[in-house]
Each structure stands twice: as structure tokens, then as C-alpha cells.
């Protein structure tokens, strides 16, 4: 057992695969030597060489293309975009390309490919850093979306999507890598893709949320109980597709609900959720499921983030809306 | 101080050649070593596709086929390059490239299901090495440099090679790709068919680079501009190229001079739109087909009569590759909605009851 930083359980569950299968290879811009920006791939190379863990031009869209063409002949890459507000250079690779693979060549060509990218706010990057575009990835059909929330579902849903034969796209939130530490088994194990957990029960409204979202949902949750409520908080783990059942089952127990995304309220994972509880349990709700989003601008400069992006605060008064509905 | 351009460096982006347009040789010492039978067999397969890109454009008019774009004018580009590989090779075709990859083992009727636009016709025959044909004209080019990476780490002794048209080297990723390949080192060969028109666009508009060959200098690759109406040449650039690659010398860019007599695609494109009458006509002359035939003529390898069989044989598969086409089964939403993930999540798998209940009526 390692009391680990999700940047760590990250590496691990890297390493495990690498170690478990000589066609796992992990590459992108400045992970080899250097270890990646974030020291994610810290010490991979020296562990396993040039030839498995290597640098690429600088390159995205090549960084993609590359990805398609190993896993065309037997690999499993593992490929990291430096920081995910630069997916746009690669989307034909990941929303035109992979995600159509397996149809395309009538289920007899694989694309197993993982694509790691941190992402998200709070951390005061640059322009184009950490914009949450988990929204366009989960609105093209054939890619699986992971957003992790703490260490230990790192590494776990890390392991699985190396291993699943579908193209998965794996988001590190920035602010989540180093912020706390968890106990994680040093052996292996998975968590499936596709499952949301229950990371708190609770009997009077749903807060559905993932990636950066949960620990704000959970501290919310704590707030809420002082003052007699009871909230459930769902961690999506894979943000598309969704775990539905779980949701439904939840919203129907506490017949409320709010969805908390990092991203603006027009991108997309929240609305998704939203339509789905109105088609599937309309009957069972006490009020309008409400959403606690980012407000509809660009991703804000730097000196405005801490307004911008949602809070544990904003959390309670957007669950207390709905239950004194 | 000066800066520098490619003028300075132009004489080695000279155009090769081995035929000229009357069927002459006009470089002897660059002749390929091929048997009688394999000159006939490159002969043998030009006019075939020759028949079956008339016989393509005909279905198409009468509504049997769906998408296709002509090959006309370009059999010395696409044979005499895949003339050259071996039959592990891996090639990553655009959507002009079928012949090609129908020599390398297509069986014809998955062509006009690809071109009816039925995944049938890209459920390719296990291990053969090819890749669905390409839309977005420079995603072949960066998929290429990892194919060609991922044969080098497995230690094949194979290449990848990929095709693109004039317009596509204009594509970002065009550039990603041939730099990728140079800086792996990796077993590729990027064949850019300048046909002279993207779509309706020349390729005068498409870059002020004299030859698209010369883009290879700045990846630190092989380059070489290549008369794309002479199969001999072609095939030639393409036998040395997959030599370099496998002997660990790096990639190649062979650009081949080339002409497409038709439209863009059987979707609308009028050629007349954008071309003169009189520039056709000075690309008939340099026929790929009347050059070559020419060639075998004067050694004694063509004549009508062989020439009559191909087409005949080219007529009598085109045919009965249509039947098999429309005897494969419809496609349908269930078959769409199964092959999105190996296991189905619950949205996949509650559309998959609905359109089962829907398509089993």
C-alpha cells in the first residue's frame, strides 16, 4: 500500500501496464526524459527504455496519427496531450478517427488506443491550458471519456482503459494531481469503465458530479448535513457514456437532483445528465434538476478563475434552491 | 547575409523518368530489372483499371455504385508504385487509391461496397495489410508514420506506404507526418499523386514550392519528383524508396507528376469549370497506357489480342463482382450500433433492443 498523489497512482497504473505487456507504449511531447510536465511519467523511461517510452516532435495531430498507426500494428499506445486545451490540433485523430474505427472496418480493426491529458482549473495556467472539453469528446459516439477524482479510481480506471480495445479518453484534473494523497494498493486492479460510485449515500437529493467536482460536492455534502440534509454524491468516474442506472436509481430514491460540471454550462456533460433524468424518472422528482456550471464565457485569464469556476458555496445554495423547491 | 530558397537546390528535384511519351527509353541505366511477364503484368493491370474506372463511372451514372472518384490518367502513379511492394507491405490508401489496394488483395465486389458505402466493403480479408481508404486527405500521412514505426519495433521486414493528392501536401499534417517518419527513421514511403487539381484548385495556387518532392528537404528526408505518366519510373522511385526504408535509410516523399482525365468525383464536379479542353489534351499524349504499350510493342510483349482479353476479362469481373456486391445483405442500424465498442455500455445497448425490435420486423 502506497500513500500516493493521484500524479503517482497515475504513474503506477502506467508502469503496471508496461511492465504486464511489451505492446503497452507511452509517448508524447516531453515524456520520456524529462518525465512529463507534471512528472506523470516520471522515471518510465529509465525503467523501460527509449523504446517504450519516448518523446515525440511536437505535434499533436502527428502525436494522434502516430497512436492510430501502432495500435494498427499491435500496440497499445498510451498517448499524452500536454495539456488538453491543445486537443483541438489532434480531433480528427481522436473524434474523427478512433471513434469510428471499429465500425468502419466492420469490427475487424481495433483501436486501443489511450489518450491522457490533464485538464481543468483552479491552477492558474495560461490561455488554452485547462479548458474542460470533456463536452466534445462525450458528444461523439465511440469514445469512452474518464475523469478521475482521487488517487486510488486513478489508477484503476488508468489499468482499464489501457486494456479496453476501444479508444478512451482519460482527463487528469491539474488541481487533482498533487492536492491530496490516498492509501492505493501497489498490486494491480481495475475499476470498469462505463460504473459511477456512490462516493456518499445520503437520502435527500443527488449531486451528481466528477473530476475536480467531487471533492467540491463532498465538502458541500458535509455543509448540507450540518444543516440536516442528506446528500448523495454520485462520481460519474467515466463521463460518456454514463452510468445511467446508478443515476436513476439515486434520483429515485432521493427524488432530487443537481449536476455539478467545472465546465461552462453550455458544454455538455450536465445537460446530458439532465435530459436523461427528465426521460427517465420525471415522475419521481420533487423539483427541476438544477446544474452548477461555469458561466457561458471562454475559459477566463488567470485572475478570474477563482470567481469563475463553481464551489463548494455555490454547491449548497444550488442543492438548498432545489429542496426548498 | 542571404537567405536561402530552393532555387539553389533545384536541379536535384529534375524530373525522373525512364519512358518517354513515344515509348522510348530514355534512361537506360535506371531500368528496372523485371521479367517479361512482370512487364506484361504491370501492362495487364493499367488497362484493367482503365475498364473498370469507365465501367465504375457508367454504374455510377446508373445509380449501382455510390461515391467514386476517377482513375483515369493515374494507373502509372497507383500500379506502378504498388508494383513494388510486397504483399506484407501496408498501405494506407485516399479515396482514389483503390486499385491498389484491390491488387493487393480487395477482393472487387468489397470496393463497390465501400463505394456504395457498406462496411462490408472495408471488412478486409484477414491479414491483409491495408487500412480503410481516407477521407480527410492528410490523416493517411501521420497514421503512416506509425505504421511504419509499429512495423519497425515489431522487426517486420515490411514498409508502410500512403497516398495523397497535390492538395493534400498541403495539409498540416502532411507535415507532421513526413517529419514523424524522419525523425523514427521509419520504414515509409509517402506517395503525393500531383494531379494537378485539388478538386478545382491548381497546384500553382496550392504552394509556391516549384515541387511538392522538395518539401522532403525540410523534414530531413529522401525527395524525389517522379513523371507520374511513366509506370517504369514510378515504379522504379517506389523499389528504391522501400529499399532505403527497410535498409534503415529513412523515408521517402515521391511526388509523381500525373493527370486525372476526369472529375474529382462522380458527385458533380465539372472539369470543364476549371480546365481547358486544350490542357487535356496535351495530358492524353502522355498516356500512361499508349506509352507503355508502345514500349511492350516494340519488345514484343503487347498486342491487340492480349490487350482484348484483359478487357474482356476486366468486363466479364466487373460484372459479376456487381452481383455479389448486391447479393451481400443490407446494412442496418443494429450492425452500426454492434460495432461501436467490444462491450456495449447501456446507451448502446438499449438503442441495440430498439433497432432489433425495429429491423426484425
Avoid: C
Amino acid at each position: 500500500m502506497g500513500n500516493w498523489t493521484m500524479a503517482q497512482a497515475i504513474t503506477d497504473a502506467m508502469r503496471n501496464e508496461l511492465n504486464k505487456n511489451e505492446d503497452v507504449l507511452v509517448f508524447g511531447e516531453d515524456v520520456g526524459q524529462n518525465g512529463g510536465v507534471f512528472r506523470v511519467t516520471e522515471g518510465l523511461q529509465k525503467e523501460f527504455g527509449e523504446d517504450r517510452v519516448f518523446d515525440t516532435p511536437l505535434a499533436e495531430s502527428g502525436i494522434g496519427g502516430l497512436a492510430i498507426g501502432l495500435a494498427l500494428t499491435g500496440h497499445r499506445p498510451v498517448m499524452e496531450i500536454q495539456f488538453f486545451g491543445f486537443v483541438f490540433e489532434v480531433f480528427d485523430s481522436i473524434a474523427g478517427q478512433m471513434s469510428r474505427w471499429r465500425y468502419r472496418s466492420g469490427n475487424k480493426q481495433t483501436m486501443p488506443v489511450t489518450v491522457r491529458s490533464p485538464f481543468g482549473g483552479g491552477v492558474k495556467t495560461p490561455e488554452m491550458h485547462a479548458d474542460s472539453l470533456e463536452g466534445l469528446m462525450a458528444q461523439t459516439p465511440g469514445l469512452k471519456v474518464v475523469i478521475p477524482s482521487n488517487p486510488y479510481d486513478a489508477k484503476g480506471l488508468l489499468i482499464s482503459a489501457i486494456r479496453d480495445n476501444d479508444p478512451v479518453v482519460f482527463l487528469e484534473h491539474m488541481k487533482l494531481y498533487r492536492s491530496f494523497r490516498q492509501d492505493v494498493p501497489e498490486e494491480e486492479y481495475t475499476i470498469e469503465l462505463g460504473k459511477a460510485d456512490i462516493k456518499r449515500e445520503g437520502k435527500d437529493i443527488t449531486i451528481i458530479a466528477y473530476g475536480a467536482m467531487v471533492q467540491a460536492s463532498m465538502k458541500a455534502a458535509e455543509e448540507l448535513a450540518e444543516e440536516g440534509v442528506e446528500a448523495e454524491v454520485i462520481d460519474l468516474m467515466t463521463v460518456s457514456p454514463f452510468d445511467v442506472e446508478t443515476v436513476i436509481a439515486s434520483v429515485e430514491k432521493t427524488n432530487r437532483a443537481i449536476v455539478v460540471q467545472e465546465a461552462q454550462k453550455q458544454a455538455g456533460i450536465a445537460s446530458q445528465i439532465v435530459a436523461e433524468i427528465t426521460e427517465r424518472a420525471i415522475l419521481s422528482l420533487e423539483a427541476p434538476v438544477l446544474r452548477v456550471t461555469s458561466p457561458d464565457t471562454v475559459y477566463p485569464f488567470a485572475a478570474v478563475e477563482d470567481a469563475w469556476l463553481p464551489n463548494p458555496a455555490i454547491i449548497v445554495e444550488k442543492a438548498k434552491e432545489v429542496i426548498n423547491f | 547575409m542571404s537567405t536561402k530558397t530552393i532555387d539553389q537546390v533545384e536541379e536535384q528535384f529534375e524530373t525522373f523518368q525512364i519512358l518517354n511519351e513515344e515509348g522510348e527509353v530514355v534512361n537506360e541505366s535506371e531500368m528496372p530489372d523485371l521479367s517479361d511477364e512482370q512487364l506484361q503484368e504491370i501492362m495487364r493491370r493499367m488497362v484493367y483499371t482503365r475498364i473498370w474506372d469507365q465501367r465504375a463511372i457508367s454504374l455510377n451514372r446508373q445509380g449501382r455504385l455510390g461515391f467514386y472518384a476517377p482513375t483515369a490518367g493515374q494507373e502509372a502513379s497507383q500500379l506502378g508504385s504498388h508494383f513494388a511492394l510486397e504483399q506484407e507491405d501496408w498501405i494506407l490508401p485516399g479515396y482514389r487509391d483503390i486499385p491498389q489496394i484491390v491488387f493487393h488483395g480487395l477482393p472487387l465486389h468489397q470496393a463497390f461496397l465501400w463505394s456504395r458505402g457498406h462496411f462490408g466493403g472495408s471488412q478486409f480479408p484477414d491479414g491483409l495489410n491495408i487500412v480503410v481508404p481516407q477521407i480527410i486527405i492528410g490523416a493517411q500521412i501521420i497514421q503512416t508514420a506509425g505504421v511504419a514505426l509499429g512495423l519497425k519495433r515489431k522487426k517486420k521486414e515490411n514498409i508502410a506506404i500512403t497516398y495523397t493528392g497535390d492538395g493534400g501536401a498541403s495539409q498540416g499534417d502532411f507535415y507532421e507526418g513526413i517529419n514523424f517518419a524522419g525523425a523514427y527513421n521509419a520504414p515509409a514511403v509517402f506517395i503525393v499523386q500531383n494531379n494537378r487539381f485539388a478538386i478545382s484548385v491548381p497546384v500553382e495556387k496550392q504552394s509556391a514550392a516549384k515541387t511538392i518532392a522538395q518539401k522532403a528537404v525540410a523534414a530531413g528526408i529522401e525527395g524525389i519528383q517522379v513523371d507520374g505518366m511513366d509506370v517504369l519510373a514510378v515504379y522504379k522511385a517506389t523499389l528504391d524508396a522501400r529499399k532505403r526504408a527497410l535498409a534503415g535509410e529513412g523515408p521517402t516523399l515521391i511526388e509523381t507528376l500525373t493527370y486525372r482525365y476526369g472529375a474529382h468525383t462522380m458527385a458533380g464536379d465539372d472539369p470543364t469549370r476549371y480546365r481547358t479542353s486544350e490542357e487535356d489534351d496535351e495530358w492524353a499524349k502522355k498516356d500512361p497506357l499508349i506509352r507503355f504499350r508502345k514500349f511492350l510493342e516494340g519488345k514484343k510483349l503487347w498486342s491487340e489480342e492480349k490487350e482484348n482479353e484483359v478487357v474482356e476479362q476486366a468486363k466479364e469481373d466487373i460484372k459479376q463482382a456487381i452481383k455479389d456486391a448486391d447479393k451481400t445483405p443490407k446494412q442496418n442500424v443494429t450492425d452500426l450500433l454492434g460495432f461501436m465498442f467490444e462491450n456495449p455500455p447501456v446507451n448502446i445497448r438499449e438503442q441495440l433492443e430498439e433497432y432489433t425490435a425495429k429491423e426484425s420486423k
